[in-house]
């Protein structure tokens, strides 16, 4: 990692140190103003490219609504005990939930900490009885771990899982590795939960589109 990036990332991670995911750090937060980033930033033109857009519409039936986008950077954790998303678990953003991961890294075994989930038919028995992270040993007394798939895969490699519906977990690195992921979180509208604070502000010209997907 360049010096500069490295040095960075050390900044964020001291001001992040109090987040619960201190196996990860968010690198995108210093975009942010006031909680929102702008709909010109390249991350999110990223998320609402028409052809994304056409994918997720197609799952979810609609036009489907962006919640969120993440760069984060995966660090060791092996002296310390597994937490939050690096168990296994279901997202409950919304009712239906669908993530787009870009390695941004190469992730070429285990000790890369690969995203790793276990497809929907496999993952029903946990869904309405989940209610927090799980250990290895509860998901494999109910679920064979030849349901496993482990996104193993070289970095600009994509991939698309409904979060909530396939229990997931990643982010367990290993040695002196790094796992550097993009995220865009999707929802099927409309929300079944109040509407949170604006994630996106509006920032250059924008297609209606474009407009209905940030809600703006």
């Keep these: 990692m360049p010096p500069v990036i490295a040095h960075q990332t050390r900044e964020l991670a001291g001001k992040q140190q109090l987040g619960h995911k201190s196996f990860?750090?968010?690198?995108?937060?210093?975009?942010?103003?006031?909680?929102?980033?702008a709909t010109d930033h390249p991350f999110v033109r990223y998320a609402v490219q028409p052809s994304v857009l056409r994918i997720m519409g197609d799952f979810m039936h609609d036009l489907p609504q962006l919640s969120d986008v993440l760069l984060t950077l995966s660090r060791p954790t092996e002296d310390k005990a597994l937490s939050f998303s690096q168990l296994w678990h279901l997202d409950h953003d919304d009712k239906r939930v669908?993530?787009?991961?870009?390695?941004?890294?190469?992730?070429?075994?285990a000790a890369d900490g690969p995203f790793t989930f276990i497809p929907a038919p496999a993952s029903k028995s946990f869904r309405n009885t989940?209610?927090?992270?799980?250990?290895?040993?509860?998901?494999?007394?109910?679920?064979?771990?030849?349901?496993v798939r482990e996104m193993i895969?070289?970095?600009?490699?994509?991939?698309?899982?409904?979060?909530?519906r396939c229990l997931h977990m990643g982010s367990r690195i290993q040695s002196d590795r790094s796992r550097l992921l993009y995220t865009a979180t999707y929802i099927q509208p409309p929300r079944m939960y109040p509407e949170p604070p604006a994630r996106f502000r509006a920032s250059g010209p924008l297609t209606e589109v474009e407009h209905a997907v940030m809600r703006l």
């Design 98 to 109: 669908c993530k787009l991961f870009i390695y941004l890294t190469d992730v070429r075994d």
């Design 153 to 164: 895969a070289p970095r600009l490699s994509s991939f698309i899982v409904n979060t909530a």
């Design 130 to 147: 989940i209610k927090s992270h799980m250990s290895d040993a509860q998901v494999f007394s109910k679920t064979d771990r030849s349901a």
């Design 24 to 37: 990860w750090v968010s690198l995108l937060d210093e975009d942010l103003v006031g909680g929102a980033f």
